[in-house]
């Protein structure tokens, strides 16, 4: 009869303190030994391959690489288009904008507990701040919602069909104090002024940058580059990093499932993701008690491999 | 002192015999193991162990000097460097580790918490590991905390666990997780040593049925380098009954 798969305690002999032969064994020099082979093998890596430091993407060097970009984005902030202004909890109330699954709204449960309003956070508090768009920030905030939208909605058009996105190229319309906020915000992002005016939003020694990196991922160059570096997520996403390293290769099971075309592409991708990783490590957590994962190891035989000498040595049943 | 200590009182005193007589020193500090454990599939738990004490010292250095550090010092690049490199090998033996330990159905024979401490250790350690990516203060750390968020505020978690707030992080990664990680890891290894080495699928109730068994003792198996060569000459067969 064959020993049990199960992990209860029994009689069986795995249950019992082995009775058979032994082998010296020095518990303290193995883990010396391999404490030394293992400091060893990391000098060696960290020698030759050291480790990945690719600058941070600011907002300066955003507007100082591609201003037409920043001036499409900025104006989408002004608009409430972007996706920071549309993102919904924990961020802002847009209605209909979480991930559920069926009637289950998870994404709904914290409220807005990172407030962020793009429009004001992004563009027109840090505006505030300095005189030289002072006139362009009044006429704004006296303007209805409305207006504010028409105004950027207009200028964002015409911005898409200018030539390359270039504001100097843009054909004359209605556009209200949108070209000089947007033109004035550039100018604040280039000198570097803008990236501590958003952060000194939530005081001047915050560690916390959800603002900054929200209006950069609104524009496509953050994205653009994340692309070219294989680092989005149809390209694997975060297990990845710069350069030639392994990253977070362990990541791999929940990366696999945004490649599958039926999930990546559904609108609750990241619950559905999240999800079947939760049940798959709930599964590896209880394999002890899954009737049939517990019993794979026997029915394809690897440990024949760990255990060669022992069973080689067994006499012919 | 002994696990059956007539005189043990009190709380502290029970709390030793249950211990001692749970894990005897011979246990916790064994100088034998059973003969099967011969095999290469058994360094992967120590190296993951070791390969834990280089992350643990290496992250010390880098947190003490704080996050910039290593973006302007070329032995923060260093230390750096070592970091990420023991965290790679960490996972790379533990993921062996417990790969191996499935194949063997290392659960078997009451041993399902140690299983199971090995399962929380490794998804804990995939926490802490993204938390430490979240701190490179870099592009990638940048471009991972835009990632992230999505999934994270997808199941209503982003509100408390901001991966775009440095403090928060930190905290996560060099307080909480690996508190969390070295306690499971601890308890791991202490179920591993009450539990002793799980024994071959099948095995025997000793090493009678073993060719050249009888009387003799067998010639050294291969084994890994954590065993002697020398194999002890325990009596065969004595605890049949």
Known sequence: ?317 | MSAQEPDATGWTGHARRWLLKRLPPDKLLPDDQPSYVASWIYVFGMGAIASLVYIVASGLVLSLNGPAWYHVSALGRFVNSTHLWSVELFFLTMVVHLWGKYWMAAWRGGRALTWMTGVIAFLASIGAAFTGYLLQTNLDSQWIAFEAKDALNAVGVGAWFNVADLGQIFTWHIVLLPLAVGAVVALHVVLVRMHGVVPPIDAAETDAQLSGAHGTVLPPAAAGPQESDEALPVPVGSATS
């Not at chain 1, 006139?135 to 303007?143: P, T, Y």
């Not at chain 1, 190229?169 to 005016?197: E, H, Q």
């Not at chain 1, 653009?224 to 990845?240: P, T, Y």
């Open chain 1, 1 to 317: 009869m064959s020993a049990p798969m199960g992990s209860r305690r029994g009689s069986d002999l795995a249950s019992r303190p082995w009775a058979g032969r032994t082998r010296r064994y020095d518990l303290f020099k193995e883990l010396a030994v391999g404490t030394a082979v293992v400091g060893a093998l990391v000098l060696v890596l960290s020698f030759a391959f050291g480790s990945p430091d690719d600058r941070a993407i600011t907002l300066q060097s955003w507007a100082q690489a591609a201003p037409a970009d920043f001036i499409a984005t900025s104006t989408a902030e002004l608009g409430g288009t972007s996706d920071s202004a549309t993102y919904g909890p924990p961020y802002n109330h847009t209605k209909d904008a979480t991930q559920t699954f069926g009637p289950i709204d998870l994404q709904s449960f914290s409220g807005v507990r990172l407030p962020v309003d793009a429009a004001r956070d992004f563009v027109i508090g840090p505006l505030s701040t300095t005189p030289s768009a002072r006139a362009a920030v009044a006429a704004w905030s006296s303007a209805d919602a409305a207006q504010r939208s028409s105004w950027a909605a207009a200028y964002a058009a015409a911005l898409a069909k200018a030539p390359s996105g270039d504001p100097a190229r843009v054909a004359a319309g209605s556009y209200g104090p949108v070209p000089a906020l947007t033109a004035s915000l550039l100018g604040m992002a280039k000198s570097g002024a803008l990236d501590g005016a958003i952060r000194n939003e939530r005081g001047s020694t915050s560690l916390d940058a959800t603002r900054t990196t929200l209006f950069l991922g609104d524009g496509a160059y953050f994205n653009d580059l994340a692309s070219r570096l294989h680092l989005s997520g149809d390209q694997w996403g975060v297990m990845n990093e710069t350069g030639n390293y392994p990253g977070q290769a362990w990541l791999w099971l929940f990366s696999l499932w945004y490649q599958v075309p039926l999930i990546g592409n559904a609108a609750n991708a990241d619950v559905l993701v999240i999800g079947i990783v939760g049940v798959l490590s709930l599964l590896l957590l209880l394999v002890p008690f899954i009737p049939g994962l517990r019993t794979l190891p026997r029915w394809i035989p690897l440990h024949r491999l760990v255990w060669r000498d022992y069973y080689s040595k067994r006499a012919p049943r």
